[in-house]
């Protein structure tokens, strides 16, 4: 999939400021809530839980153990080949790659959000709380809702976040959710990591309202679906 190494994170301004006065910090995945051998399905010849959804659009993403149900934009890349984060000024508000595979096709597809923002804690704030086996829905401009099943939550120094594994192709339908964690670094004034939800599509159902038609999406060639190309993490304004 893309050459991405993991969300930008950068200056948690909000962390340094109130975290250093009440020990406030995202809460970050136990081991026990990570991979205990191979990720199930992972590589492309594993095969799909249930039928890939044609590609759409998607629209929101919903963890209702989480209590977050966010808009999503599109993300492209940085100047410098990064996944760019979504726009600060709306603190619930995520991203997907929009270059990549839209949730439901079959693939492996990126959706990112802060962790927080000048302003205080933003949509993926307590991602790190997340407990495998938890439900995670993305309504769709099809009219269509996915629905995952988290496979594992894990946390990844930056400088050994593992591309393939987080990144490399699938055959069946893939969610990763991601955002900056891993400690914080006060006197560098960025995270030091990244968290990443793992997920597989379990099931879809037809979405009341928001019905619209399918959006055009063609699988891009393989060598854009690699973690050797695709985009990489660096540090950037907020986490």
Same mark, same amino acid.
């Given at each position: 999939? &893309?050459? #991405? ?26 081991? +026990? ?8 399905? +992972? ?5 799909? &839980? ?6 759409a659009?998607?629209?929101r ?6 209590h ?13 080949g ?9 603190r619930?508000?995520?991203?997907? /790659?929009?270059?990549? @595979? ?10 990112a959000?802060?962790?927080? @923002? ?8 307590? #991602? ?7 439900t995670?829905r ?12 988290v496979? +594992?939550?894990?946390?990844?120094? &930056? ?7 987080? /990144? ?11 955002t ?10 960025? /995270? ?6 793992? &997920?597989?599509?379990?099931g879809s ?24 190309? +695709?985009?990489?993490?660096a540090?950037?304004? @907020?986490?």
């Amino acid at each position: 999939m &893309a050459a #991405l190494s993991a969300a930008a994170c950068g200056a948690g301004a909000w962390l340094v400021a109130q975290g250093s006065r009440d020990g406030t910090a995202p809460p970050q995945p136990s081991a +026990a809530q990570g991979f205990t051998g191979r990720p199930p399905g +992972a590589g492309p010849r594993a095969a799909p &839980a249930v039928p890939p959804l044609p590609g759409a659009e998607p629209l929101r993403v919903v963890v209702p153990s989480l209590h977050i149900d966010a808009p999503l934009t599109r993300l492209g890349l940085a100047a410098d080949g990064s996944l760019a984060p979504p726009p600060a000024g709306n603190r619930n508000l995520a991203g997907w /790659y929009a270059a990549g @595979t839209p949730p439901g096709a079959a693939g492996t597809a990126l959706v990112a959000g802060h962790v927080d @923002t000048r302003a205080g804690p933003a949509v993926f704030y307590r #991602l790190g709380a997340l407990k495998r086996g938890s439900t995670v829905r993305i309504p769709r401009a099809d009219g269509r809702t996915a629905v995952f099943t988290v496979d +594992a939550v894990e946390v990844y120094e &930056a400088w050994d976040f593992p591309d393939e594994k987080v /990144y490399g192709e699938a055959r069946r339908p893939e969610l990763r959710l991601i955002t900056c964690g891993g400690g914080f670094s006060r006197s560098r004034r960025e /995270y030091l990591g990244n968290v990443v939800v793992f &997920a597989h599509l379990t099931g879809s159902r037809e979405t009341a309202a928001g019905r619209s038609a399918p959006v055009p999406w063609a699988r891009p060639p393989a060598d854009r679906f690699s973690a050797r190309s +695709a985009p990489r993490a660096a540090p950037g304004p @907020t986490g």
